[in-house]
Structure formats: C-alpha cells, structure tokens
C-alpha cells in the first residue's frame, strides 16, 4: 500500500470505518495544540498521522518549514502524503520517546548531559544550516520576527491570562504598569539582537529521540526569525525540565563554540550570557501565560503543575541584575 493509500485508509478508520486487514490506528497523547496524532501501522511499516484543521498545502506552515529543513539536512520528521481538505499529513514515525521522557531515564548527570549536549547540537544545525533564506513566498516564517511589538503582544497575553485565583494574587493596574515597563525595556533589547531562523518552541518535549540515540525536532511550524538565545533558552530554561546552572553555563559555552566553529562567527560571552538570561524572563513569562489560558480558556488543568518551576527560573535569573529589582518586587515581594 502507498502512502496515499495509507493515509486514505487512516482517514476512513479514525471516522469509524472497518480498516484493511492488518491495518490499525492508535490515537496518542498529543501537545498542548489542537491537533491530533495517530499511529498507523500497516504490516511491517508504520507511520504517524497528524491530524488538523483543513488547510491550503501551499501555505500551510508546517509543510512549508517541513520541506526547508530537510532540504537544508536539519533533522525532522519526514512528509510521505498530504490530504488538506481532511487536515491531514502523514509523517513518519519517530517513536514514542521524547526527549523529556528520555532525560528521566538518565542514570547519571553526564548521561543527561550528553543528551543535552544533542540537542544543542541538533539546535546549532537549525540555526546554521538555515542562514540561506529559502526562495521568496517559500517559508511565511522569514518575513515574521521577534520584534518589540510580538514579544510584547507574549507578555500583554500572560498579563490578561494571569491566573489569580490559581497563583493567589492578581495584579494591580500599578503592578501591571511596571511590569509592562520593565519587560519593554528587556524587549526592545532583544529585538535589536541579530536574528536567525528560529525553531519559536524548542524545548524537552519537541525533540524527539530516536531509536538508535538520533534526536529530530518536531512542531516547527511557527518558526520565525528571532535572536540566537530564543531557542537556547526555551531548552536550557525549559519549563518542564530543571538543569543546574553549572550545567547551563556549559551548554551555553557549548553553543557559542558551535557557532564560532560552524559560521565562524565570534560571539562575547558575557554579552550573549545577559542577552539569554533577558530572554529566559520573557520567554519564562509568556509560558505562565500559555499554562493559565490553557487552564482558563480549554478547562486543561495540567499544565499548571509547571507554573511554579517556570516562576522560580524567573526569580533566579531576577536576582542576578540588581537593576531588574523593581520587576522582581511586583513578581515575587522582593
């Protein structure tokens, strides 16, 4: 059966159709989107069928960062058949272990470490093999960033999702000010940063860890241009997944000596290092917003168990700059 064939087949079994004989569908656990994910195993071969609204395949984004990354050699779940009407796209199948499952089965430091190091490695491939802009009306994520109005608009949405009755405190109008203030400041930092292709979501729980050790990156499909810290500290400070800041500063290190190496590019430690921690707090914001509007707007409660590990990373990295003081009070009391 071809892979058209196979996804026809998938299609009709997840609408209550008998499907061919040795041919099943299993619905899995899915991200914190909208969209569903079955495996679709038929004889020896096996895929993964993700599941969306109907879609135009021309500008659809996933199909759009799909094609560029493999065509850069970036390591990502193949495309073997499109149904856009259906919201359909049939992919292969890269296991059930992500990273974040991976990294509990670690039995020691230096094999989380060396996890950590793939990934970061897997990150450099992102960000170095995509410099080359794809051809005009190619990938819609090129003509977007991360400038001062969009990561903003990330910390005006936790500010209106801010969850009161969960976190116990809301905040005043006066609050609300500072911290529009003092993130507008770090912001407009970091939109001055130059940009790379970003992944926008990298973290523990899109990466995917193959059989044989392989990592892939999945749910690029918002990936627009953006700072070089972004994505290293969506997986470094990763809401679901505590390192310890020693390990931290080594995978920064370990980045920087990537690029130098890789595009010959030079970066200054102690620059970067402020620039990813500035990052950390707006990135660790926006996901306390993401967390209490999945609970607020869906009734999905289970995401706030990671509300308080995100604010504690923020606390952490407020005290090392004394001049973010009044940002830490209106959070934290000090």
């Not at 009709?12 to 499907?19: D, H, K, L, N, T």
């Not at 296991?95 to 990294?103: A, H, I, P, S």
């Not at 990938?139 to 999702?161: C, N, P, Q, R, W």
């Not at 707006?282 to 308080?308: E, I, T």
Request: net charge positive; glycine share 8%.
């Amino acid at each position: 059966m071809d892979a058209e064939s196979i996804l026809q087949a998938a299609l009709s079994a997840e609408r209550g159709a008998s499907p061919p004989a040795g041919f099943t569908v299993t619905r899995l656990t899915g991200d914190a989107s909208p969209r569903r994910y079955f495996r679709v195993t038929n004889g020896r071969t096996s895929h993964v069928m993700m599941l969306a609204d109907p879609f135009e395949p021309a500008r659809n984004t996933f199909l759009q960062v799909q094609r560029f990354l493999e065509e850069r050699g970036v390591r990502c779940p193949r495309v073997h058949a499109v149904d856009g009407p259906s919201g359909a796209i049939l992919l292969d199948d890269l296991g059930d272990r992500l990273m974040n499952t991976r990294l509990g089965l670690a039995k020691n430091a230096t094999e989380e470490k060396t996890l950590y190091k793939k990934a970061v490695d897997l990150l450099l491939d992102f960000h170095s093999l995509t410099s080359a802009r794809p051809l005009p009306g190619g990938v819609d994520g090129f003509a977007l960033a991360f400038d001062v109005e969009k990561l903003m608009s990330e910390i005006d949405f936790t500010i209106e999702h801010w969850n009161g009755g969960h976190l116990r405190r809301d905040f005043t109008d006066a609050e609300k000010a500072v911290i529009r203030a003092e993130f507008l400041k770090i912001c407009r930092r970091l939109a001055k940063e130059p940009r790379v292709f970003t992944h926008r979501d990298y973290h523990s729980r899109n990466i995917m860890v193959g059989r044989k050790g392989g990592l892939a990156c999945i749910d690029f499909q918002d990936a627009r241009m953006g700072l070089r810290q972004y994505d290293l500290a969506s997986l470094l400070r990763d809401s679901y997944y505590r390192l310890p800041e020693a390990t931290v500063e080594e995978l920064v290190d370990h980045y920087i000596r990537g690029v130098a190496r890789r595009e010959k590019v030079r970066l200054a430690r102690g620059a970067f290092v402020k620039t990813f921690d500035l990052t950390a707090l707006q990135r660790n914001f926006k996901a306390v917003g993401s967390f209490c509007s999945f609970h607020v707007k869906r009734g999905d409660s289970s995401y706030l168990q990671y509300v308080g590990h995100t604010l504690e990373n923020m606390r952490r990295t407020l005290l090392k700059y004394p001049e973010l003081r009044r940002l830490r009070e209106v959070l934290f009391g000090g």
